[in-house]
């Protein structure tokens, strides 16, 4: 196995110097681009594309500065090399310690090298978790840079989606608002959150009924049957098979946590949104009493196997219950089919006041004007703990099926 310094500057000079020249074949330095044979304090070097000829035969240890590590790894990635390690993680181990030989008889095992390999990665996304934090201390989220390239078409084409579903179902009079990230970005961007990549609205469960009184007349409707399936008209199909006997029709596919809509041509070519329904709750029921409902339901699920016989018994309790009311009242909440208003999804211990939502307000949404909340705060604050700070996964596009090949820059 050959050993190959990548960078033969002073920091080369010195793991040199560490290591010996007994074991190290070549130095390897993008400055250097000649074919002629050079040496460097008495080792040959060679170029960049020599190294990638070689890479099967070698072992790179990466001799640079700390601000060139992360560059070179990158460089190395490119092409595929992935038996290399960080000369200053070698450093922080006891392998420097030992006798030259008994030292790279070590380094020949893989699981040695590959646990270096870890190491510098940990310490790689400290120091990126600590840059990150630096950049969101001195950064105001509200003037964040709407997203870019493939993302930001993407959103467009989801405006363009909903805005044309609202238009074909404007004859119902009904009111889809903004939900979850979709309202997070009406109050924070005034249109998407620049990383976000998916479509939620609410109903509340008497528009819910009319929508999919509509839907079974005028549309394709179905039941998850698994990640892959859709139950329609008792017969089960997979995505494509759907797309394919139903191209460019709304289908709708009922979830146990939500209803999705969808349109397009194959499973490769589709778009579609969330819809997710909120319940109105009779003013003499407690929070205390529907948690306690909450988890008996939970556990009644969590015995039932299948997702469609999961959507028919929750279509069955939401029949059932009487405290569940068509009018409204004091109370509003997610619905049971609204997986955001489970103990243990969010904190169930109040209910969201009916008169901090209604009456419904447009608001500016991109080039475009769409429902939202009274109080979109009071909402939020259900959702999430605290929505003008930038959060866990900033900038992570979460939601990339259909169109995750393509590039985001």
């Known amino acids: 196995m050959q050993f190959v310094l990548f960078g033969a500057g002073r920091k080369g000079e010195e793991a040199l110097g560490y290591l010996g020249t007994k074991h190290i074949t070549y ?10 044979e050079e040496l460097r304090y008495g080792i040959p070097i060679i ?52 006798e030259p030989d008994n030292f790279f008889l070590e380094l020949q095992n893989k699981e040695t090298r590959n646990i270096m390999f870890r190491n510098y990665y940990k310490f790689l996304f400290s120091i990126t978790k600590k840059q990150l934090e630096f950049l969101k201390s001195h950064s105001d989220i509200t003037t964040l840079k709407p997203a870019q390239g493939v993302l930001r078409k993407r959103q467009y084409d989801l405006l363009d989606f909903v805005r044309m579903f609202l238009d074909d179902i404007a004859k119902l009079e009904i009111k889809p608002f903004l939900v979850f990230g979709n309202l997070v970005g009406a109050v924070r961007h005034q249109g998407f959150v620049p990383w976000d990549d998916d479509f939620d609205l609410g109903l509340i469960r008497s528009e819910y009924e009319k929508l999919m009184k509509f839907a079974n007349e005028k549309c394709v409707v179905g039941i998850r049957c698994d990640i892959n399936h ?60 529907h948690v306690t409902y909450l988890e008996q339901l939970s556990a009644k699920k969590r015995k039932i196997k299948s997702e469609k016989d999961i959507v028919l018994f929750l279509q069955k309790e939401i029949e059932d219950n009487p405290m569940i009311s068509m009018e409204k009242t004091k109370y509003f909440y997610p619905g049971i089919d609204n997986c955001g208003g489970y103990v243990g999804m969010k904190k169930c211990d109040r209910w969201i006041p009916t008169e901090d939502i209604f009456p419904l307000q447009k608001v500016k949404y991109e080039h475009t004007m769409l429902w939202a909340p009274k109080n979109m705060e009071t909402l939020l604050n259900y959702d999430y703990s605290n929505f003008m700070e930038f959060p866990y996964d900033v900038g992570i596009a979460s939601h990339a099926i259909g169109w995750e090949g393509q590039s985001l820059k």
């Not at 130095?27 to 002629?36: E, I, L, P, V, Y």
């Not at 240890?61 to 060139?68: C, D, K, T």
Request: with cysteine; aromatic share 16%.
């Open 27 to 36: 130095f390897c330095d993008n400055q250097f681009a000649g074919d002629t």
């Open 47 to 98: 170029s960049f594309p020599k190294l990638v000829e070689l890479q099967k035969e070698c072992v790179v240890i990466v001799s640079v500065g700390n601000n060139y590590i992360s560059e070179i790894c990158e460089q190395l990635e490119a092409v595929d090399i992935q038996d290399y390690f960080i000369y200053e993680e070698l450093k922080k181990t006891n392998l420097l310690g030992k």
């Open 230 to 289: 859709v139950e329609i008209a008792g017969r089960c199909f997979n995505w494509d098979e759907v797309y394919q006997l139903y191209p460019d029709q709304y289908i709708f596919v009922i979830n146990a946590e939500m209803t999705q809509v969808y349109r397009g041509t194959s499973a490769a070519k589709y778009i579609g949104m969330d819809l997710w329904v909120y319940d109105f709750y009779k003013n003499d029921y407690t929070i205390t009493e």
